[in-house]
């Protein structure tokens, strides 16, 4: 275990940051590059696990990556090639420089290949992405916040028994980013988190779950104690599950694992999978693919998001985006690259990591809230499965189908009768979605993606 420290090492300011970012540029266009943009990531983190009262582990970090991606025009499109470094001195930066120019060259030109011209960010909107004073908080009170998460679990019930962990953390970042198209910018965020996983026992069953926080500054973390009384009670409550004889029956995803499905929709609506016909809502802008109580906004400009940034991996400016309108298929996610291959505009959503190119993701992305709790939608519910906890990666984006290991509630009268697990629950996402006849009210957020509990009118459980 390494020694605690006071504090996570700072990172650069934005504005050495961006000075970097700059320079790369300057270089890569006197190599030759016809175009070219510069991307510059440096974190620092630290994070702590306990159990019990000892400590595990303290690891703190400091990491920091400047990429370059250089343009030649060729006939029939750009050829271009991305490299990136560590080592930022001077000479090795012109050198990746020019190693970039020459790669660029010995590659294929592409007809859609290029960076933006146009829609840049204005300006850094204030997001509220970091708390400054929150760099100034010792990694002793990280450690403080997961023994208390451990303590409140085990004082929970005398059948906890045991922990894998709780753990704590935080990062914080300065991402720079600069295009020869005139773009420049830079700004600092931060995450914290902080995770409880505590194992019940009783009569020869055994059963271990979580409960988790996260978020932009320190202060809008869950309490340690809630955190740990919560995955308490989520493992306690399994205790004694069993299979269940295999059914077609409505299924209730709880809020964690309706944010489960979400991420595997995404997927779905990355303008990649689309144009190479790697999901199964290609061709399908405009069309019905949901039940109308299903509605999906992706917003990079929530303030505090998990998921929000000024701008996007290409500069444009990151914006609120209707992914479904009322169960229609209203936009793809797309950076410059997909919305060109696709005839589309960039709907803001490029994502960059200094060591390669452009790819597309979620900024904050949900599932619109409805009117029902967890509560009544189990009420409403004759007979189903509650699923509380999802297992193993069983979706097809191709073929949109899913099947997924599954615990959970095996609901009897709008009531939850026995815990459930090792069980599976199948079906085909875009009939899924068309079945969703109850979204719930509870809006969860554990990260960039996020949804309420939501009820499957019908899928397959198969169990015993």
């Known amino acids: 275990m390494s020694a605690p420290a006071r504090r996570a090492a700072a990172t650069a300011p934005p504005e050495d940051a961006l000075e970097r970012v700059c320079e790369a540029l300057r270089q890569v266009r006197a190599a030759g590059a016809d175009a070219a943009d510069a991307a510059f990531v440096e974190s620092a983190s630290a994070e702590v696990r306990v159990r019990g009262d000892e400590i595990d582990f303290v690891k703190q970090a400091r990491e920091r990556t400047l990429g370059i991606r250089a343009f030649v025009r060729r006939p029939g499109g750009l050829s271009s090639a991305v ?28 007809p859609c290949a290029g960076i933006p011209e146009a829609g840049f960010a204005t300006g850094v909107a204030d997001l509220a992405l970091l708390a400054p ?23 929970a019930d005398p059948r906890i028994v045991n922990s894998e962990g709780s753990e704590a953390g935080s990062s914080f970042s300065t991402i720079a980013y600069a295009s020869s198209a005139g773009f420049e910018g ?7 988190y902080g995770v409880c996983t505590p194992i019940a026992a009783e009569n020869g069953s055994m059963q271990n779950d979580s409960w988790y926080t996260v978020a932009r500054h320190l202060a809008d973390l869950e309490p340690a ?12 409550g399994q205790l004694g599950a069993h299979r269940v004889p295999t059914a077609e029956v409505p299924v209730v995803f709880d809020a964690v694992c309706a944010r489960s499905l979400l991420a595997n929709l995404v997927a779905c609506l990355s303008g990649y999978a689309v144009y190479r016909g790697s999901s199964f809502l290609a061709g399908r802008l405009g069309e ?20 929000s940034r000024p701008f996007d991996g290409e500069g444009l400016a990151t914006r609120r985006t209707a992914v479904l309108e009322e169960g229609r298929l209203a936009s793809y996610l797309l950076d410059h690259y997909a919305g060109r ?4 505009a960039s709907t803001g959503n490029a994502q ?25 939608i189990v009420a409403d519910t004759r007979r189903g499965l509650l699923v509380t906890g999802l297992f193993g990666h069983g979706f097809n984006p191709v073929t949109g189908d899913f099947s997924r290991g599954a615990r959970g509630f095996w609901i009897e009268d709008g009531r939850l ?16 979605l068309e079945d969703v006849d109850v979204v719930g009210s509870e809006l969860l957020w554990l990260g960039s993606v996020a949804a309420p509990p939501l009820r499957v009118a019908r899928m397959t459980v198969a169990g015993a």
């Open 83 to 110: 490299t990136s470094t560590r080592d930022l001195a001077p000479g090795a930066v012109e050198r990746l420089a020019a190693d970039t120019v020459a790669l660029a060259r010995a590659t294929a030109p592409d």
């Open 133 to 155: 004073a929150d760099r100034d908080v010792p990694i002793e009170e990280r450690i403080a916040w997961a023994r208390a998460a451990e303590r409140a679990a085990r004082n």
């Open 186 to 192: 830079a700004y600092e965020a931060a995450s914290h």
């Open 225 to 236: 104690d809630d955190v740990g009384r919560r995955a308490a009670e989520r493992a306690l």
């Open 288 to 307: 019905r693919v949901a039940a109308s109580c299903v509605r999906v906004i992706d917003d990079g400009r929530r303030p505090g998001g998990l998921g």
């Open 341 to 344: 291959k696709l005839g589309l």
């Open 352 to 376: 960059r990591h200094p060591g390669s190119g452009p790819g597309v993701g979620p900024t904050n992305l949900w599932l619109e809230p409805g009117h029902a709790s967890l509560d009544e």
């Open 417 to 432: 009768v026995h815990p459930v697990e090792e069980v599976t629950v199948a079906g085909h996402l875009g009939r899924m």
